[in-house]
C-alpha cells in the first residue's frame, strides 16, 4: 500500500503539473481609441469614436466629405489633440507620452506638406532625422525608400516642380522612411494614375504582411475591397459601421455605404 500511494502520489503531482495552462499574453493593439471626441468650429466633427486595431491588419475608413475621416486621423497622428477620450499606442497613452509619434507613426494627409526649395534626398534626410534616423542608419533608409517608390529619377529635383502624383509618392516615401509600426493614409491615391494605385496597393499589402497596422482614409469603395481587412464607416463624427471587408464584396459594402448616407439625409430633409 504505502508503495502504491508513492506511484499515486508522484503520478498526481504529474497530473497536475501536465494540465497547468499558460496562458499566453495578448499583445497590445498597435491603436486603440476610446471614446474619441473633438469640436472643430463649435460643432462636433467626431464624436465617441472606439476603434481598435491590431499590427498586421488594413482598416478603410470610409464616410462622405465632412464626416470626421481627416479629424480622426489627425488625432490619431498626434497633429490634433482630442477634446475628449484616450489614444493608445502599443498599450501606452498617447496623449501622455506625445513623442511616441516620431517614431511609431507615419502619416501621409491629404496633401503631403513638403517644401518646395528643396529635392526628394533633402526632404528624405529632414524627415529621417525629424524621426531619429541618423548617419548611416538614414542614409540605408533613405536609399531602400527611393528604390522601393522608383524615385530614382526624381532624387535631385526640387518638390516645387513635381507633378501632383510625383508629390504624392515622395510625401508617401517621407511617411515610411522610418518603418512605422502605424501607417496612417489620408486619400493616398490622389493624383496617382493606375499604374501607380496599383502599386500603392501593392505596398499597403507589403507592409501589413510585414506587420505594420495600416489605416486607410478613401473615398473610393474599390480602394477598400481591393487592400482592406475591416472597414469603418463614419458618418456626422460617429462611427456606423466596423466590420469585416473582403475581395468580392464590393456590392455588399456598397449598399451599406449608401444606406447610411442616404439614410441620414432622408432623416435631415424630414427635419427641415
Known sequence: MPENRQLSNRWGRRD??????????????????VRLGRRRAGRPAVQD???????????????????G????????????????GSIRLDGRDFLEQPEMAR???????ERAPLWPELNVI???????????????????ARTTIIERLELQP???RLAGVLSQGQRQ??????ALLHRPALLVLDEPANALDPVQVAALRRLIREQATAGTAVILSTHLLAEVTAVCDRVAILHEGTLRHDGPVHGD????????FFEIAMHNQHDAARAA
Do not use: F
Request: proline share 5%; aromatic share 4%.
Open 169 to 174: 509618392r515622395l510625401g508617401l516615401a517621407c
Open 103 to 109: 517614431q511609431w507613426i507615419g502619416w501621409l494627409p
Open 49 to 67: 469614436l472606439s476603434l481598435s486595431l491590431p499590427r498586421g491588419q488594413v482598416l478603410g475608413l470610409l464616410g462622405v466629405n465632412g464626416a
Open 122 to 140: 533633402e526632404h528624405l534626410d529632414a524627415h529621417g532625422r525629424l524621426r531619429g534616423l541618423h548617419g548611416t542608419t538614414l542614409r540605408e
Open 249 to 256: 464584396d464590393y456590392a455588399a459594402l456598397e449598399r451599406t
Open 69 to 84: 475621416k481627416s479629424t480622426t486621423l489627425s488625432m490619431i497622428a498626434g497633429a490634433l489633440r482630442p477634446d475628449s
Open 154 to 156: 526624381l532624387a535631385r
Open 16 to 33: 497536475n503539473h501536465a494540465m497547468t495552462t499558460i496562458i499566453p499574453e495578448v499583445p497590445a493593439a498597435a491603436v486603440e481609441l
